[in-house]
């Protein structure tokens, strides 16, 4: 393996180890606010907060247009090049450009919040949460430029303590203590506002921290916004797009179902979501370690590429198949009225393994500053997502909505596979990717089997008994049957560094 290539896979990894404490616990608090909102409000109020969530992502998505992403990919690029000045003036630029339609769109949606609320969404109780979230709007806007600086910087620790613990972990603890005293919805609304807005003073200290000359007066800077929003407005767009993707559904449920509807469905989403740990665990890293490779060659990109979305398919097949299996173990967390929904969460779960294993190939076209294919296949999928969302959940209600987000998911694996093939010349999935699906699908075999011959109806906490055999039995049938390869020992390598272990008899095997 190349120099060049052996460094990057170990800085990815060691972002990415970051990333994946970060990432578990950030999920792990994502879903324990979602079950406390559901459990103690029930699926109507629960229903109000996850309206409130989505339209959170609208505004942010027209709010921040994609700017922290600009910042992230230059701050990165010119840090490889040694141009700090131009480092510098992308950052400063990067605040400014966001902090102004931040501030338009919230003052907008804070004035037209009555008539969202109410003549739009028929639903009178969304109006302070709507301009909880319009307010949290332009402080959530300058921690993303504080994030995109230190992700530009590989400095993964820092969004992994503003945006995926203080946030979580905030707004679970404030909203026990709201609901407690009994404010309802609005005291979980306003926990979830408060994350953001207070993100944004947590950003700028890190941001501050790593590279103070950013802040300084004293130092001039080279500016050029052209080429910052030129990188941003196709991400900007295809945000607007991926908006349609990942909540049409919600508001579409609220339109023709109602608020129950939509607690209902946004039960089972979360859990498809948690597909989408590993990538976010290795997105941001890949994304900075691949602009600085292409800011000097792109020879490595392709194999980079390959052995990214080997570890993310190796990572989240686990969790897919236990909950396609044991959906139920999962979903009565949020108590048993949302038990009805296990067979939506198993259709929501395929076409997330699908989005999951694919995701970097968006960070591919970021690095070599191809952004408006990322627009292109943003529209494509909401158009998809909108077209068959319209038809399904009139005629099959929140199975109708799961069909089309599948659906939609499944068409566009197959368009970003293409691309990718004909951008760097690879195709996606390694071989070893194959051995990774028999291993996993053999063990869960095993574990369903076993349930079956002790319980004559498996009962719910089986889930946990199941997860701890699987992460025994699915790495050893994989490095039995020869998963790992040479590339992967790098990693292997980095794990024995990183958590003072010996790996030798494995490293042996490979």
Do not use: C
Not at 66 to 91: L, P, S
Not at 239 to 252: C, Q, S
Not at 271 to 285: D, G, K, Q, T, Y
Not at 320 to 329: A, E, S
């Amino acid at each position: 393996m190349s120099e060049v290539k052996d460094k990057a896979v170990r800085t990815i990894f060691r972002g990415g180890t970051i990333l994946f404490v970060g990432v578990i616990l950030s999920k792990l608090f994502g879903l324990m606010f979602r079950v406390l909102v559901g459990r103690t409000l029930g699926a109507a109020e629960y229903g109000v907060i996850t309206v409130m969530m989505s339209a959170f992502s609208f505004m942010t998505t027209f709010g921040h247009m994609g700017i922290h992403d600009g910042v992230q990919r230059y701050v990165a690029y010119y840090r490889g090049e040694g141009n700090n000045a131009k480092m510098r003036g992308t950052a400063r630029s990067g605040y400014l450009m966001i902090l102004i339609p931040a501030l338009i769109v919230s003052v907008s949606v804070f004035i037209l919040s009555p008539w969202i609320s109410t003549d739009l969404l028929d639903e009178p109780r969304l109006l302070w949460p709507l301009r909880m979230a319009a307010i949290a709007l332009p402080f959530w806007g300058i921690a993303k430029v504080s994030l995109g600086i230190t992700n530009g910087f590989e400095k993964m620790q820092y969004k992994v303590y503003v945006k995926k613990l203080w946030v979580n972990a905030s707004e679970v603890l404030l909203a026990f203590i709201l609901i407690y005293l009994g404010y309802s919805y609005i005291g979980a609304a306003f926990a979830y506002a408060f994350g953001f807005l207070t993100a944004s003073f947590l950003g700028v200290y890190y941001a501050y921290k790593l590279e103070p000359e950013i802040f300084s007066s004293n130092l001039n800077a080279e500016y050029d916004v052209p080429e910052l929003w030129q990188h941003s407005w196709p991400l900007f767009a295809a945000g607007i797009f991926g908006l349609i993707t990942g909540h049409i559904d919600t508001f579409m449920l609220q339109y023709f179902e109602g608020a129950e509807s939509v607690g209902l469905y946004q039960a089972a989403y979360p859990f498809a979501v948690l597909l989408l740990a590993s990538h976010s665990i290795f997105n941001s890293i890949f994304l900075s370690r691949a602009s600085f490779i292409t800011s000097k060659s792109r020879d490595e990109l392709g194999s980079i590429f390959k052995v990214v979305v080997n570890w993310m398919t190796i990572i989240t097949l686990p969790v897919f198949l236990l909950l396609m299996v044991y959906p139920q173990g999962a979903l009565i967390l949020f108590g048993s009225e949302f038990l009805e929904v296990e067979n939506v969460l198993r259709v929501l779960l395929i076409g997330f393994l699908l989005q999951a294993v694919i995701g970097p190939a968006k960070k591919v076209y970021q690095a070599v500053d191809m952004t408006k294919i990322i627009t292109m296949l943003s529209i494509t999928l909401a158009i998809a997502n909108l077209g068959l969302n319209l038809i399904l959940i009139p005629l099959y209600g929140v199975m109708g909505a799961a069909i089309a987000s599948t659906g939609a998911f499944t068409l566009i694996f197959v368009i970003k596979t293409a691309f990718i093939y004909k951008i760097i010349g690879v195709q996606p999935f390694k071989t070893s990717a194959l051995k990774a699906i028999f291993s996993s699908g053999s063990t869960i075999f095993l574990i369903y089997a076993l349930s079956n011959l002790i319980f004559q109806t498996t009962p719910y906490w089986f889930i946990i008994i199941g997860f701890i055999i699987f992460a025994v039995l699915y790495p050893l049938i994989f490095i039995s049957i020869g998963g790992l390869t040479e590339e992967d020992l790098i990693i292997i390598e980095e794990i024995e560094d990183k958590f003072s272990i010996d790996l030798t008899h494995i490293k042996k095997l490979v």
